[in-house]
């Protein structure tokens, strides 16, 4: 089974196990793997409003029919020791799923089937037991039609709809569309479905007065098309009830489809059917059971069983059949559906226009009357949008004004909310800061309080902040002014100021501005940190596993100096739907994260408008791998290679080792660009491996004191990087005093502070 599968199957029964200890009811839908067949989907989306508007959780199961894979969900869903109030099958691969395990997985638990023929219900069921249900339930009397019929079930435990043709209404259903009808063939395969209409056609009952009846079984299909194209098209009918002919059609999906339309090409007499799925495809109609409709009685079936209702009687129903017609397809026949004769409950689909555009279009086929007709329409609508624009054009001079005067109170709220809400929050950061970092007498758990006014202080900072500066860029007053920055200055400002974010996350924050970035680049500072702060932050914030990484490259193209900033992380992802409306205001990914993750969803929104007023634009790439947001940046810079003022050790011998093939490139990058040599790898066995090296550089979380040990011994000089403060740092500078300790992500000033101890330079 693929990696991916096994994650998704995993994660599944994780959501499974905590929605039944948190959910009031827990109900389980079984499908087959027919995602995708239409009437499969139909059905169960209509289970789903039918309880969706109860206190209930549903989990929808698309099963994979292998063997070895059922096994293997068997397994699982003991492991996981799932309890669920009420079982639904969808299909009849689902049903005789259930059925082999029901005394395993779900012993004494109340199970609802749709899908399957009456031999299958009476299967579960006790013949001797039969008995109608009275259609006294008020739950579904409103979509239940006449004649329930029903199978009680051993122990009760077993109820739902089987499939029933009913073929006394289809054929008269036929006969009032085709009055001159002599002939009704019937096309059966060989499933339990079509044994049925078999069973009934050869019944005494069905001895129609001047209609013969015909069945033809699983026919070739080679000489299917050949036999439909000699029907006569005004005394014989078609009605398709198998589709399983042969094994031409391999996609079950399309079953239905695929065999609607291949029938009624070949065929020269009208073409009927007993699903609606099959209506639509050219097939006029016919008395038909409804997907929805069974859907919407197996959800008030399952209801009824949740909610304990005492009038509930457990059992099978018959399906019920509802006249259905397409009158576009009746009139590619020529076939002419008069009111009167059909039945006063028939669905009409496609039907014709009322008789006010009717009488229209045929007025219009004078040229004359034409003409006329379109001079008093235009006529009429220039009135019209005459007097509207003088009414609408008084509205709009209203509404200005009282946004004008809105506007103005807006601004000076703001402006005295601003010093209001800064004093206070200022305060409460410094003090926060100064107990956590100068108190010596804080216990674990007061430390934690001050971490969480820390947080939660910083968090109503951003929000404030960034209310303002969407009012700013409403009110048009977002300004750009050019300075010279110093690039690598700016990043450990932004690792200062984003740190917050890791205080309760296990993951990797790197920032990688390249060797090769000029020291100094013209641009507005506080505008650009604000962009890199929002969109690093909110790669923090939507990201649980794995790193977030800030990479900043020079482009250089003949006159024109740009800047790449990329953002990556391994977060949640975007769906393709929605990476449109991120930009929006106020709005996120959908509300559940919103709950989740926090925010006032104008982040990307304040940064996309800040990039457009400095000529850039903010762009996104996103799956379910994560996120990359990146911008290029036109500037001017100065000081392209200030490295060589601090970093002038050549043909060093350079070991790397990291768990990122980015964070190798980058050392790597570095190395080269004072002429050194090096090694990269992701295999910690590797640098043992390698003599007469100058440097190692290493990914230190995860070393045993036994490989420090041996590191120690081998190479001269050591630099350690740790992603999280811990003892270690301290135990390793004092047992080797040449090591050299920096903690991710790392600032460029410790770096080189670093470098000039190992050099004593």
Avoid at 168 to 186: C, E, H, L, T, Y
Avoid at 240 to 266: A, F, R
Avoid at 723 to 730: E, L
């Amino acid at each position: 089974m693929p990696i991916c599968s096994i994650l998704k199957k995993s994660a599944f029964f994780a959501l499974v196990w905590v929605a039944s200890v948190f959910a009031y009811q827990n109900v389980l839908l079984l499908n087959s793997y027919n995602q995708g067949f239409v009437k499969t989907n139909d059905i169960t989306r209509a289970i789903q409003d039918v309880l969706r508007k109860s206190n209930m959780n549903i989990h929808i199961e698309d099963m994979d029919i292998r063997e070895e894979l059922i096994k293997s969900m068997l397994q699982k869903y003991i492991d996981v020791n799932m309890k669920f109030d009420v079982i639904i099958t969808v299909d009849e691969t689902a049903f005789n799923y259930v059925k082999n395990h029901e005394n395993i997985l779900w012993e004494n638990i109340p199970i609802v089937a749709c899908g399957i023929s009456k031999q299958q219900a009476e299967s579960v069921s006790d013949p001797a037991a039969t008995e109608s249900i009275e259609a006294q339930d008020s739950e579904l009397t409103d979509v239940s039609l006449e004649q329930i019929d029903s199978v009680a079930t051993k122990k009760s435990l077993w109820s739902g709809i089987y499939e029933f043709y009913d073929l006394p209404a289809q054929i008269d259903f036929i006969q009032r569309i085709q009055s001159n009808v002599k002939r009704i063939i019937f096309i059966t395969d060989n499933t339990e479905a079509s044994n049925d209409v078999s069973e009934q056609l050869n019944s005494a009952a069905f001895v129609q007065k001047n209609i013969n009846l015909e069945e033809w079984r699983k026919p070739p299909l080679e000489s299917l098309a050949d036999s439909l194209s000699h029907l006569n098209p005004s005394q014989d009918a078609v009605v398709l009830v198998g589709v399983e002919l042969n094994g031409s059609i391999k996609n079950p999906q399309k079953l239905w489809q695929d065999m609607t339309k291949y029938v009624d090409s070949n065929s020269t007499a009208p073409v009927y059917s007993f699903w609606d799925v099959g209506i639509q495809n050219g097939v006029i109609g016919g008395n038909i059971i409804l997907a929805s409709l069974t859907g919407k009685n197996i959800g008030l079936i399952a209801e009824a069983i949740l909610v304990g209702n005492d009038t509930y009687n457990s059992g099978f129903r018959r399906s019920s059949n509802m006249p259905m017609v397409d009158d576009n397809a009746a009139a590619s026949r020529k076939l002419k559906l008069y009111n009167n004769k059909l039945p006063p409950e028939t669905i009409r689909l496609n039907k014709e226009e009322s008789w006010i555009i009717s009488t229209y279009q045929q007025y219009m086929y004078n040229m004359k009357n034409a003409i006329i007709a379109e001079l008093v329409i235009i006529l009429l609508l220039g009135f019209s949008f005459y007097s509207y624009f003088k009414y609408s054009n008084r509205k709009l001079l209203q509404e200005k004004d009282a946004v004008e005067r809105a506007s103005k109170a807006k601004s000076l709220f703001l402006a005295n909310m601003s010093h209001e809400i800064r004093n206070p929050l200022n305060s409460m950061l410094g003090f926060s800061e100064l107990l956590l970092h100068k108190s010596t007498n804080l216990t674990d758990e007061q430390r934690e309080w001050c971490n969480n006014i820390e947080i939660s202080s910083y968090h109503l900072r951003d929000t404030f902040n960034n209310i303002l500066d969407f009012s700013k860029i409403e009110a048009g007053n977002l300004k750009i002014e050019d300075e010279w920055v110093d690039i690598f200055s700016l990043c450990d400002d932004l690792i200062s100021v984003c740190s917050h974010y890791l205080i309760y996350k296990q993951i990797k924050f790197y920032v990688l501005p390249s060797i090769y970035m000029p020291k100094f680049i013209k641009t507005d500072p506080v505008r650009l940190k604000q962009v890199l702060v929002n969109l690093v932050s909110n790669a923090l914030k939507f990201t649980t596993k794995g790193s977030v990484k800030l990479l900043i490259n020079p482009e250089t193209k003949e006159d024109e100096s740009k800047v790449l900033f990329e953002i990556i992380d391994t977060g949640i992802g975007i769906p393709k739907e929605k990476i449109k409306k991120i930009f929006e205001p106020f709005e996120q990914i959908d509300s559940g994260h919103t709950r989740k993750y926090g925010g006032s969803g104008l982040g990307l929104t304040i940064s996309q408008n800040i990039l457009h007023a400095m000529n850039s634009n903010l762009e996104v790439q996103s799956d379910r791998n994560g996120s990359r947001f990146y911008f290029h940046l036109s500037t001017k810079a100065k000081e392209n290679e200030f490295y060589k003022k601090f970093l002038n050790e050549k043909n060093q011998k350079v070991v790397i080792y990291n768990q990122e093939k980015i964070v190798l490139s980058f050392i790597k990058e570095c190395v080269e660009a004072v002429e050194g040599t090096s090694e990269e790898t992701t295999d910690m066995n590797t640098i043992f491996g390698l003599s007469n090296r100058d440097l190692l550089i290493a990914e230190a979380d995860g070393l045993s004191d036994i490989q420090i040990k041996k590191i120690s011994e081998m190479y001269p000089k050591v630099i350690l990087i740790f992603h999280y403060k811990n003892d270690k740092m301290a135990n390793i500078k004092l047992n080797n005093p040449k090591f050299e300790c920096l903690i991710a992500p790392v600032r460029s000033n410790d770096a080189i502070s670093v470098l000039q101890r190992l050099y004593a330079k």
